[in-house]
């Protein structure tokens, strides 16, 4: 049966990702809102200058070969007959209603024909980008509001007009220039064909893209999460681990050092008041001799906790003295043989838990296998650290060794809560931070197998 930590650990994981999911959610619709805006004005700016340039081609085409051989002198001179042809040409110019207004005027401002009759011979000055278009072949488009002044017979009309000057050759050499009102409906219409073909065109792209990228994004974020849950395991394990070691380091400290130091606090006062009084006992020479070996000895036991808790540098070289200081500490205890790889050079963090592996495997060793002889081994193969520490002694409990079992065929279940046993469960989680697995076993023939597998790949601790 799963434990409740586990199924917790699973509901935040399940939750972790729909927050992930959701998330995506939410900034792909704001991102796509965004990109549609963008898009439609983009679509408007493209689709307005399409319509401005259809109008001045337009133009430009009815100027040079309807308007343009017309103007001949009799057409100056405003004669019936030629003035009568140019008005049927552009009369059917303008059957459409798509053409609103012509005017045709001479280069000094006289308009020579308009369809407003009252306009004709009127004379007016040429506005900059009248006399630009009358020296240019191209022509000149954009929106008007009919406020010119020789737009005094048009300000009833509502809405905007397309307004284009194009200059022309007339039949009689002389320059002229032509100039069309085109209704805005025709030109609204098409701008709204060309805005809703980009923004379609624009949108279905945009969703190709997010269906695409969808399982790419779920799965970072579905990684990104699970590291930063990583992160969050490993915080919580060296939070505890920091615990299980100061609670080890005041235990030892008061059963160890402190029991020590207050015995010879209360035997040193006594051979110090008998040196003073020169009244000697025959056995103070011995009892000082034992003092001094138990301050020595509480001394390097002092020097012992300290490298615990600050062990040496483990990278490089350093790792293979660091373990053999741990097998020194326990030579009087068991017999310990240790295997390094040659020349095996770890990252500061699988070098801390390969440390921290071997030093709860011979710590327990010491404390509940009662064995003669043990094994320390390191080495690293295709990427991943292999640490084993193996002892003759009594055995694995069945309880311990029952469930190592349960774990190794992928049932999850706690080792029990009994001393000793929380700093290999602890040991355990770190180890499954690092994606790899610790067990504990019962050797063969007889004796205990701790034995852990993790990638190189670990961060700091």
């Known amino acids: 049966m799963r434990s409740a930590a586990t199924r917790g650990g699973d509901s935040t994981d399940r939750w972790a990702v729909r927050r992930a999911v959701r998330g995506f959610a939410i900034g792909a619709a704001v991102t ?76 000094d401002g006289t308009i020579l024909w308009s369809d407003e009759p009252e306009l004709i011979g009127r004379h007016y000055t040429l506005k900059d980008d009248q006399r630009e278009a009358l020296d240019s072949p191209d022509a000149i488009a954009d929106y008007t509001d009919l406020s010119d002044p020789e737009n005094i017979s048009e300000r009833h009309e509502t809405g905007p007009v397309i307004e284009t000057y194009v200059g022309a050759d007339g039949a009689d050499g002389s320059r002229i220039l032509f100039e069309t009102y085109m209704s805005p409906e025709g030109a609204a219409r098409q701008q709204d064909a060309i805005v809703r073909a980009t923004v379609l065109v624009g949108l279905a792209a945009l969703v190709v893209f997010a269906v695409a990228v969808l399982p790419l994004s779920l799965r970072l974020a579905r990684g990104l999460q699970r590291a930063h849950l990583d992160r969050e395991r490993m915080t919580r394990h060296a939070l505890l681990s920091s615990e299980l070691e100061r609670r080890r380091i005041a235990q030892e400290l008061h059963d160890g050092v402190i029991q020590d130091l207050a015995g010879a606090g209360f035997v040193l006062p006594l051979v110090a008041e008998r040196v003073k009084e020169r009244r000697v006992a025959p056995h103070d020479g011995e009892l000082l001799t034992r003092l001094n070996d138990l301050v020595a000895l509480n001394v390097h036991r002092l ?159």
């Not at 439609?40 to 200058?49: D, E, H, K, L, P």
């Not at 001393?419 to 040991?427: F, K, M, P, T």
């Open 303 to 461: 020097r012992s906790l300290m490298a615990e808790v600050y062990p040496p540098d483990l990278t490089g070289e350093g790792l293979l003295p660091a373990i053999e200081n741990l097998v020194l500490e326990t030579a009087e205890q068991v017999d310990t043989e240790v295997h390094v790889d040659p020349g095996i050079n770890l990252g500061e963090g699988a070098a801390q838990l390969a440390y921290r592996i071997a030093r709860e495997g011979l710590r327990n060793v010491v404390k509940h296998a009662d064995a003669t002889t043990a094994v320390v081994e390191i080495r690293r193969e295709d990427g991943w650290v292999h640490v084993l520490v193996a002892d003759d002694g009594s055995g694995v409990e069945p309880a311990v060794s029952e469930a190592h079992e349960s774990v190794k065929n992928g049932v999850e279940h706690d080792l029990p809560e009994v001393e000793g046993h929380l700093g290999l469960r602890l040991l355990r989680d770190s180890v499954r931070d690092a994606h790899g697995d610790l067990e504990l076993v019962p050797n063969r023939p007889q004796g205990t197998r701790l034995r852990a597998r993790f990638l190189e790949d670990v961060p700091g601790f």
């Open 32 to 107: 796509l809102a965004v990109l549609v805006l963008v898009s439609i004005q983009i679509a408007r700016i493209v689709a307005r200058s399409a319509t401005l340039d259809e109008a001045s081609d337009r133009t430009t085409t009815i100027a040079d070969t309807l308007a343009a051989p017309l103007v001949t002198p009799k057409f100056r001179r405003h004669e019936p007959d030629a003035v009568s042809d140019m008005a049927r040409l552009m009369g059917n110019r303008m059957s459409d209603a798509t053409i609103r207004h012509i005017k045709i005027w001479s280069s």
